[in-house]
């Protein structure tokens, strides 16, 4: 299986500024043939579904907010929050879609400083 | 816009099944660019991803290592739906449910089942 491994376990920062997240994975997730990393990002808030925000490691889901972005390649990986909103507290989560299992990451809970 | 509404008991008594099922529309559970997945969440193991079914000319069925034993995920292309079956359940597989479209990554997602396994 492929183990994603998300750093740090909790992130508290102030209004308006800057949350990053990162995520490795055990193995590459890369795959060569067409050159796209099989890494997604999702928001968690409680009693809701999670919320696919990124795929292909840096493709914005239609209607995520600009200040979300995820960069990375091969087996490291960052999620980028440019400037954190109130309503961005949440536990979020990386996965990887590059083979069976898929696995997630442990989470990441981002709350206000 | 595709939705998943899912149905199905929230109480199941220890070595019992618990039977899901995640009603598809707006998409097709033989689509050839999606799978159909099985996740949950508990407290203690975060978000885990169960399996999927999904039609690549034929259907194929992958599952997790912890259920495999199990699971089972069955498409109906009758009625575009598919469905979890988890037998022998015990306290630990207490937790939300999710169905969810893989296409790609989870980008639909059912509303989550509180699955309690207490007798």
């Known amino acids: 299986d492929i183990v994603m491994t998300q750093s740090p376990d909790s992130l508290a920062v102030s209004l308006g500024e800057r949350a990053t997240i990162n995520c490795k994975s055990s193995?590459?997730?890369?795959?060569?043939?067409?050159?796209?990393?099989?890494l997604a990002w999702y928001q968690h808030k409680p009693g809701q579904p999670p919320k696919l925000l990124i795929y292909w490691a840096s493709t914005r889901e239609s209607g995520v907010p600009d200040r979300f972005s995820g960069s990375g390649s091969g087996t490291d990986f960052t999620l980028t929050i440019s400037s954190l909103q109130a309503e961005d507290v949440a536990v979020y989560y990386c996965?990887?879609?590059?083979?069976?299992?898929?696995?997630f990451g442990q989470g990441t809970k981002v709350e206000i400083k | 816009q595709v939705q998943l509404q899912q149905s199905g008991p929230g109480l199941v008594k220890p070595s019992q099944t618990l039977s899901l099922t995640c009603a598809i529309s707006?998409?097709?559970?033989?689509?050839?660019?999606?799978?159909w997945n099985w996740i949950r969440q508990s407290p203690s193991r975060g978000l885990e991803w169960l399996g999927r079914t999904c039609y690549r000319s034929k259907w194929y069925n992958d599952y997790a290592v912890s259920v495999k034993s199990r699971i089972t995920i069955n498409p109906d292309t009758s009625k575009n739906q598919f469905s979890l079956q988890l037998n022998s359940v015990t306290p630990e597989d207490t937790a939300v449910y999710y169905c969810a479209r893989e296409a790609p990554g989870l980008d639909y997602w059912g509303q989550g089942t509180l699955v309690t396994v207490s007798s």
């Open positions: 707006g998409d097709s559970v033989s689509s050839n660019s999606a799978s």
């Open positions: 996965h990887q879609y590059y083979d069976t299992p898929r696995t």
């Open positions: 193995q590459s997730v890369l795959y060569s043939s067409n050159n796209k990393n099989y």
